[in-house]
């Protein structure tokens, strides 16, 4: 390095998955930009700070709506016997949030992520306005408050303000809580506009979302690309989560949704079909090929008794996925990849689900290395984020796993991440990095008191009646 090069930290990680394998001290250095700039098994240990355990690429949250985090547990009383009542008692719920709350609210979600090892989220942002739909002096205030959020728990960010037109697939208005959310292709197209200086500035991304076929309308969905363009920013949509949106889909426009949309939108990598849960074998394969990855939230979906994506038959035709925890009744990678394998296994009454049988050699062979490397590379794919594995050019963000935890302690190989995933819900989760920056050191937050005292406030000033 000479003299003019900018000043890089260097760290020695004694056991480091690279690739599909572990490696032995490891000197890593990173750039000011937070980036790997050097990976080397044979440099020389000075100036390093050394990392022990076992450290792995941080897992991307593809589906966050921040907000809900607060309603978690308030919606499980008699009412709410579906998600359509689910829905209703979140409208009611959102009323009375400010953008305070939002922001306290997130910022506390963040660091339950980050402690879990999240070190990036896809926030699906659709709360645009006041109660009564109003307008905000700033259009983007609820947007700035997420990012506020984000900076101040050290998360990676891409932001995805959603298009919401209409409360039903006849074009009806929108109503109560829904007006909160109103906001038409230009409106984010303005928005990113607003969001680009202080987005980048902060090393966030910035991408597009509608909230679902119902809520947009069929011309908008056909004009997307016209204001996408050329541009790899990743466009996410809800669609085919619930049975009855599959009914009143055929109903209004004589095609299933996942049909529907493939038939009408240029959907290809840049695209994350979030749940998809309700799919037939065409559409499986039809959304396999086009590249799209499909975000699943399996905890949210089992929540909302949603039902079951057939992950199987879409694996073994190619298809992508990565995992979200969208309404945040869980907060943790493993949890949601440890219910997406039990759901396959349920179904198939197989220990051999998406992991199991094997299906690669060496770290990534088990079944928790083979649901965790979809987690990064598709989950990286679905939100544009250059992450996902610890290599030269992209982001450190690295998670550092306790050797000495119960959970690990012993283990060797694949069964490192098979562990990791699959022995109970003590986290082994030790250290974090985002973008090079520790966030969590020794299983602690290092901003964890200043954020839960203001969560701790925003509830105290929230409803808590379901």
Same mark, same amino acid.
């Given at each position: 390095m000479s003299p003019m090069d900018p000043p890089r930290r260097a760290f020695r990680f004694e056991r480091l998955l690279a690739g599909d394998r572990w490696a032995r001290d490891v000197r890593v250095e990173v750039d000011t930009a937070g980036r790997i700039a050097s990976l080397r098994t044979d440099g020389a240990p000075d100036g390093c700070e050394t990392v022990t355990g076992w450290a792995v690429p941080g897992v991307p949250n593809v589906h966050s709506h921040s907000f809900q985090r607060a309603l978690a547990g308030l919606a499980e009383g008699r009412g709410p016997d579906s998600f359509w009542g689910w829905r209703e008692v979140m409208y009611a719920f959102l009323e009375r949030l400010t953008p305070d709350d939002v922001e306290a609210i997130s910022a506390q979600l963040y660091v339950e992520m980050l402690k879990a090892g999240f070190t990036c989220v896809g926030e699906f942002h659709y709360l645009h306005h006041p109660p009564g739909g109003g307008r905000y002096e700033d259009?983007? !205030?609820?947007?700035?408050?997420? %990012?506020?959020?984000?900076r101040t728990a050290g998360i990676g960010l891409v932001h995805l303000p959603v298009v919401y037109e209409r409360g039903g697939f006849g074009g009806e208005g929108l109503e109560g809580g829904q007006r909160r959310f109103r906001m038409d292709l230009e409106g984010v197209g303005r928005m990113h506009d607003e969001l680009a200086g202080d987005f980048a500035a902060a090393g966030a991304g910035l991408g597009w979302a509608l909230h679902s076929l119902r809520a947009v309308s069929e011309g908008s969905v056909g004009r997307v690309e016209e204001l996408v363009g050329g541009s790899q920013m990743p466009v996410h949509i809800h669609?085919?989560?619930? !049975?009855?949106?599959? #009914?009143?889909?055929?109903?209004?426009?004589?095609? #299933? @949704?996942?049909?529907? %949309?493939?038939?009408?939108? @240029?959907?290809? !990598?840049?695209? &994350?079909?979030?749940?998809?849960t309700?799919?037939?074998?065409?559409?499986?394969?039809?959304?396999? *090929? &086009? *590249?799209?990855v499909v975000g699943l939230c399996p905890t949210t979906e089992a929540n909302l008794g949603d039902g079951l994506f057939p992950l199987g038959e879409f694996a073994r035709a190619g298809g992508r996925f990565a995992i979200g925890t969208d309404s945040h009744v869980s907060r943790s990678p493993v949890e949601e990849l440890r219910l997406l394998e039990y759901g396959q296994r349920l179904v198939t009454r197989s220990r051999a689900g998406l992991g199991g049988g094997g299906r690669e050699e060496g770290v990534l062979g088990g079944a928790g290395g083979a649901l965790l490397a979809h987690a990064w590379s598709d989950g990286c794919r679905a939100l544009g984020w250059e992450g996902g594995g610890v290599e030269i050019g992209k982001r450190a963000d690295v998670v550092v796993l306790d050797a000495g935890h119960p959970a690990l302690v012993g283990r060797e190989g694949a069964a490192v991440l098979d562990s990791w995933v699959f022995s109970g819900t003590e986290t082994p989760v030790r250290d974090v990095m985002v973008g090079g920056e520790w966030v969590v050191t020794g299983g602690r937050h290092v901003r964890e008191e200043v954020v839960a005292g203001a969560f701790r406030a925003s509830a105290g000033a929230t409803p808590t009646e379901s």
């Open positions: 259009p983007a !205030e609820m947007s700035r408050r997420i %990012l506020a959020a984000a669609v085919a989560e619930q !049975e009855r949106e599959v #009914r009143e889909c055929l109903a209004a426009r004589g095609a #299933r @949704p996942v049909e529907w %949309l493939l038939g009408r939108a @240029p959907v290809d !990598e840049r695209w &994350c079909l979030v749940h998809a309700h799919v037939n074998r065409e559409e499986i394969a039809a959304v396999a *090929g &086009c *590249g799209a």
